[in-house]
């Protein structure tokens, strides 16, 4: 079992859907939490952290993190062609963050 | 802030020759990674620094990998001889020392090894 695994992709949306993505851990000491954007060909870059149980709301992002179920989503609202991009989650533990594969996201105009 | 700082943008070179990537951190960020992205690996973290010492560097593939930070501002990665199978975008990032703050990433260098 991989230590940090996202819903498998791609996913495609219609612009101004709501784009819901998922990703769940294996180690239950994990203590943050984040999720990196990657455009084609771009390094990732961060777009929402989160460091304890419940919503984090930023803009049309909200990250959402249950410790208990060892799962943290990122919820993309009024989707918008500019966010197609590859979407990474970060589980992090003592300075060290593990990444998932990774989720293609297309929104179609 | 310049940003994190990596040279060069592309690398091609034939196996058997040896390869070295270089880094610079943002200034203030006590922490230096070294990644390697493949469509079949994901991102891999291959080593990571802490005030310029190597912390853990469990990822490093083999002994022809290796990685240096002589001062605050400088790190490479040298891979030496290189192989095809070392092909792969390989990125730097750096945080702060802050405890679990987010990673900020250099843009990258793409190696090809024919």
């Known amino acids: 079992q991989k230590e940090v695994e996202q819903n498998s992709g791609p996913l495609s949306v219609p612009e101004g859907a709501i784009a819901s993505l998922n990703c769940t851990y294996s180690d239950r000491v994990s203590q943050s939490f984040f999720w990196y954007r990657q455009y084609s060909g771009k390094s990732p870059e961060l777009i929402m952290s989160i460091y304890s149980n419940g919503d984090k709301e930023d803009g049309r992002f909200t990250a959402q993190l249950n410790k208990a179920s060892q799962y943290v989503s990122l919820l993309i609202r009024d989707s918008q062609p500019s966010d197609s991009a590859t979407y990474l989650c970060?589980?992090?533990?003592?300075?060290?963050?593990?990444f998932g594969d990774g989720t293609t996201l297309t929104v179609k105009p | 802030d310049a940003g994190v700082i990596q040279s060069p943008r592309h690398e091609v070179t034939e196996m058997g020759q040896e390869v070295t990537l270089r880094c610079k951190p943002i200034?203030?960020?006590?922490?230096l990674f070294w990644y390697r992205q493949t469509m079949m690996r994901g991102l891999e973290l291959l080593i990571y620094?802490?005030?310029?010492?190597?912390?853990?560097d469990s990822g490093m593939p083999e002994d022809r990998f290796s990685a240096k930070m002589p001062n605050a501002s400088f790190s490479t990665l040298k891979i030496q001889p290189s192989e095809p199978r070392d092909s792969a975008v390989y990125f730097c990032?750096?945080?702060?020392?802050?405890?679990?703050?987010?990673?900020?990433f250099g843009n990258g260098t793409r190696l090809t090894v024919t």
């Open positions: 970060a589980v992090n533990y003592a300075g060290k963050s593990t």
């Open positions: 620094f802490n005030n310029n010492v190597p912390i853990d």
């Open positions: 200034s203030g960020h006590d922490y």
């Open positions: 990032a750096s945080s702060s020392q802050v405890y679990n703050s987010p990673l900020h």
